[in-house]
């Protein structure tokens, strides 16, 4: 079994990364929990000495990872932010970045509270005008770093734009692509430099895995990725890369479902008496939804919704049978949440209000439930407001 180079998206789920056991045919890469390995004799080894600098079932769900993001090299960490935090260790003292103002929150506390201390500095624009994010590009500017569609008001960033803007001015594109996944955006493919991906949400895909990934077509970025995922040591666990690679071997199936679903849902919502404003990408009524069009292959399983005020807010979250009250996002099970108070509590009431995070938005994570049973709950929780 050899995966041809030409395999699509869909095969490359399942296959791309994975040999079967070379010793036993296993057709599923096994979990090698194991710390150190024997060597043959001194100075002679198969490629692997200690399990921080290398395990198999890691390097299989890295390459696994790259290959759905179109990229030359994967690094597999313990978390997002992790991730984040390795692909940040690319700046020093005195560089800067520029950056979504409605990053994600764990992102933005990274940045304005560890890594300022070591002398990075950090600008917050409203990257969905690339005009905005190329005034704020200085001499000492190393990185770009977005996310599109943006947490919780799905916003977009024009890909393409912002790609030749970074590639212009000699600045690495680095995009958070957690949100979409990289069934429906590959930003690597529209220019990007790099790709990280919290695993947790789409790519492992079950709610039951904390992980993280960065891809890289960067060859000068790779090498430090490699280096410092070593040198810190923030690895994904044998067993969580496992994970992992048993959730993107579904991926393709699952996002096709949560795509349809939250189609489906923000379509209900849109029409509902009770909703007065619903942010969906797929929804022609998106003021991006052109763009969502053109650089995305499908628009997701997450969407947020206005209800009339905080109170009728509180009645469906509250009301909810199916949809699970909690934060994350990305599981086969459908969540929902209150922003302002929840996922987005820690950023400041006036910097809510700049991004648009109302007191009475609610945030969904359309599951793949059947979409009928997903609609009734809203239909019945909406209708005690
Ligand atoms: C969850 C999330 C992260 C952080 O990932 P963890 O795995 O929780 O550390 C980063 N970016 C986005 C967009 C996320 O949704």
Not at 66 to 80: D, I, K, T, V
Not at 198 to 225: C, F, I, P, Q, R
Request: some cysteine; charged content about 20%; glycine content about 8%.
């Amino acid at each position: 079994m050899k995966l041809p180079p030409s395999a699509r998206f869909k095969t490359r789920c399942i296959h791309a990364g994975q040999e079967p056991d070379p010793t036993t045919g296993a057709i599923i890469m096994p979990i090698y929990q194991t710390a150190t390995y024997v060597q043959d004799e001194l100075g002679k080894h198969k490629g692997f000495e200690y399990a921080r600098t290398q395990n198999p079932t890691r390097s299989a769900v890295e390459a696994n990872i790259a290959a759905l993001e179109g990229g030359a090299r994967g690094f597999a960490f313990a978390s997002g932010m992790a991730a984040i935090d390795a692909v940040a260790s690319l700046l020093a003292a005195g560089d800067h970045m520029v950056v979504t103002d409605n990053t994600y929150g764990g992102t933005f506390r990274l940045f304005e509270r560890v890594l300022r201390r070591y002398g990075m500095e950090f600008t917050y624009v409203d990257s969905s005008d690339v005009a905005l994010v190329a005034q704020a590009i200085t001499p000492r500017t190393r990185m770009i770093f977005i996310e599109t569609p943006t947490n919780p008001v799905m916003r977009l960033v024009d890909l393409r734009a912002v790609a030749q803007l970074a590639r212009s001015r000699g600045v690495r594109l680095v995009v958070d692509n957690t949100f979409a996944s990289p069934f429906n955006q590959r930003p690597l493919d529209l220019g990007a430099h790099l790709v990280v991906h919290s695993t947790t949400k789409y790519l492992n895909g079950h709610s039951d895995s904390v992980g993280g990934a960065v891809v890289s077509n960067d060859a000068e970025a790779s090498e430090w990725l490699a280096f410092v995922q070593n040198a810190a040591g923030a690895i994904l666990s044998p067993f969580d890369s496992w994970l992992v690679l048993r959730g993107t071997k579904t991926l393709a199936v699952r996002m096709t479902q949560h795509n349809q679903n939250a189609q489906v849902v923000a379509e209900y919502l849109g029409a509902s008496a009770k909703v007065t404003r619903v942010f969906y990408p797929g929804l022609p009524s998106h003021p991006q939804h052109r763009l969502a069009v053109s650089q995305m292959h499908g628009f997701g399983g997450m969407l947020s919704f206005e209800a009339a005020s905080f109170e009728a807010a509180r009645q469906v979250l509250n009301g909810v049978r199916l949809f699970a009250l909690a934060e994350s996002l990305g599981g086969v099970e459908s969540l929902i949440c209150h922003p302002a108070t929840m996922t987005h509590a820690s950023v400041p009431a006036d910097v809510r209000a700049r991004l648009g995070i109302t007191d009475s938005m609610v945030r969904l994570s359309v599951g793949i439930e059947d979409v009928q049973d997903l609609v009734d709950d809203l239909e019945q929780a909406l209708a005690r407001v």
